[in-house]
């Protein structure tokens, strides 16, 4: 059976002791017959401890070096040239240091790519699902039309609509997919300029004018505001993001409600813009979430209100790309405030 790596470091070393000491000891024995006096013998214990300490020195490096050569060829992470005889004793600490930083490393790198996965097998059910349905919808429409339905003028103009709708649910949903991916993968390049931030929102207004009145319910400003109020940004993106929030409140807000937005001073360089509503509310375990792609409060309602499910996606990289915040708060029941800050104009 061969001997353990350390037993066998010890072996020799305990070797070459013994044939020092013998060597001294007969050397001393011979000085003490010649006497040569108790110096001679102090001079000898000198050297035999001087010798001693080498041997062992020597030895330990010896060993230490072999074992960490191997683990540095071993490990990807360390250079074997880095190694040096006369320093392994002390690069101990150092192989030490770096194998738990290496480590630290590979866990931090399995969690995330563990969240990765899971949050890509998530997102490719939600892509599959949000297209399957108006495809399937519109599929089925034009089936029955061509089935004999189509001589009917009545449900051919009926069933054309719903197809319709249908088409214009996946337009919504691949554009808003292509604007997000851009968002990602691209970054988003800003056109800073100063405006006056009222009349977007009365633009905003204006534009959903039509689709509020349908579900009755009324978009005002918080108060009467007696002058411009200008800020810095990408004008185009934060009219997306107003049109996103604005929609969302006539989705989700009660019938005969009122949606709010309103300015306010933030900081001495921020303003505040906050939208609220008076409708359902968010229920507090599902708000860390609602800014996640195709995440949905309640998955059957929100897929009859209509929509890709990306909207406050959109937002949040918007709005962090003006390295800005987006607040939320929300009692279920009484009602939400979404709210994002912008620089001040000089």
Do not use: C
């Amino acid at each position: 059976m061969r001997l353990k790596k350390t037993y066998s470091y010890a072996l020799l070393s305990a070797v070459y002791l013994t044939l020092l000491a013998v060597i001294i000891s007969s050397i001393s024995y011979y000085m003490i017959q010649k006497d040569f006096g108790i110096g001679s013998i102090l001079v000898s214990i000198i050297f035999l401890f001087l010798i001693s300490f080498f041997i062992i020195q020597y030895r330990a490096e010896h060993f230490i070096y072999r074992r960490l050569k191997k683990i540095y060829q071993e490990v990807s992470i360390l250079n074997v040239n880095d190694l040096k005889r006369e320093s392994a004793t002390t690069d101990i600490d150092k192989l030490s240091k770096s194998m738990q930083k290496f480590v630290e490393g590979k866990r931090l790198e399995i969690k995330s790519l563990t969240e990765r996965d899971s949050f890509r097998r998530d997102f490719l059910g939600n892509v599959a699902h949000e297209l399957k349905t108006p495809l399937f919808t519109v599929q089925g429409y034009i089936l029955t039309l061509l089935e004999g339905a189509v001589n009917d003028k009545e449900i051919r103009m009926k069933y054309l609509n719903r197809a319709n709708k249908g088409v214009e649910r996946l337009v919504a949903v691949i554009k808003d997919l292509d604007m997000i991916a851009k968002l990602e993968n691209e970054g988003t390049n800003l056109n800073i300029e100063v405006f006056n931030i009222l009349e977007l929102i009365q633009n905003v207004f204006d534009l959903f004018e039509m689709k509020a009145k349908k579900r009755n319910i009324s978009l005002k400003f918080d108060k009467i505001y007696e002058f411009p109020v200008f800020v810095k940004g990408d004008i185009e993106k934060i009219e997306q993001v107003l049109i996103n929030l604005v929609v969302n409140s006539i989705k989700y807000g009660n019938p005969n409600g009122t949606t709010f937005v309103g300015v306010e001073s933030y900081s001495d360089k921020k303003f505040i813009i906050k939208v609220i509503d008076n409708g359902e509310g968010i229920k507090k375990e599902h708000i860390s979430r609602l800014f996640e792609r195709f995440y949905r409060v309640d998955q059957s309602r929100s897929r009859e209100q209509g929509g890709s499910g990306l909207g406050l996606s959109i937002v949040k990289h918007i709005i962090e790309a003006h390295d800005e915040n987006i607040l939320l708060k929300s009692t279920f029941g009484r009602g939400s405030e979404f709210s994002f800050t912008l620089e001040k104009a000089s």
